[in-house]
């Protein structure tokens, strides 16, 4: 498989404890259909065990500059694909 074009490949770490999204973010996510209004997140093709590990994942984004949670990333339009423990990610701006 040829490799996909990306500009960054970005570290996930893992973090204690529990992550919240910020308020933009869910909104986003409400309305592209992957949190229902309850905030419960329906991402296709993520099992809810692999769901539980992703919300304890953060990445920092070299492009927005801060740390974010890797649920944020994963949905994020650069996000090409995630490889042994890395985003491989466009960095185009956002
Ligand atoms: S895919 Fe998006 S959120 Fe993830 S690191 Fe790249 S720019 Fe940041």
Known sequence: MAELEHKYEVEINEKEGRQKLPQNVKDELKASGMMDEKGKLKLKG????????????????????EEIQFIQCFVCPNFQSRVMGKVLCKGDSL
């Open 46 to 65: 993520v099992s809810p065990k692999m769901l539980k590990k992703m919300k304890q994942e953060v990445v920092d984004c070299p492009v927005l500059k």
